[in-house]
C-alpha cells in the first residue's frame, strides 16, 4: 500500500526556517512527481510547490516562491520541504501528495496524514 508520512513541522518565529520531510512507501517513489499542500486554520487546499520525478524541474506558489525550497532523495525514497523567512501566513497543517505521473499535474491520488506548522511570536 501507498504511505506517505510527513515530519518536521513545529512551532517557529516568524523569519525563522523548518525543513519538512516526507517519508513514501508501497511505491517506486522515483517514478512520479510529488507535491506539498497546505491548509490553513479554517481555510481550503493551498498548493505550495511540485517537483518532478527525478528533481530536475520544481515548481511553486507565488506565495511561497524565493522563500521555499522543495527536493527529493530518490535514493532515500524522500521528499523535503526547506521553509526559510517563514511568515505567520504560513501556518497550516503540510501534507505531501503523490501525483500520478512523471511529472507535476494539479491533481493527486494520495496524501500523508500532514505535520503542523506554526509561526507565531
Known amino acids: 500500500e501507498v504511505q506517505l508520512v510527513e515530519s518536521g513541522g513545529g512551532l517557529v518565529q516568524p523569519g525563522g526556517s523548518l525543513r519538512l520531510s516526507c517519508a513514501a512507501s508501497g511505491f517506486t517513489f522515483s517514478g512520479y512527481a510529488m507535491n506539498w499542500v497546505r491548509q490553513a486554520p479554517g481555510k481550503g487546499l493551498e498548493w505550495v510547490s511540485a517537483?518532478?520525478?527525478?528533481?530536475?524541474?520544481?515548481t511553486y506558489a507565488d506565495s511561497v516562491k524565493g522563500r521555499f525550497t522543495i527536493s527529493r532523495d530518490n535514493a532515500k525514497n524522500t521528499l523535503y520541504l526547506q521553509m526559510n523567512s517563514l511568515k505567520p501566513e504560513d501556518t497550516a497543517v503540510y501534507y505531501c501528495a503523490k501525483s500520478p505521473g512523471s511529472y507535476y499535474y494539479p491533481v493527486y491520488d494520495y496524501w500523508g496524514q500532514g505535520t503542523q506548522v506554526t509561526v507565531s511570536s
Open positions: 517537483i518532478n520525478s527525478d528533481g530536475g524541474s520544481k
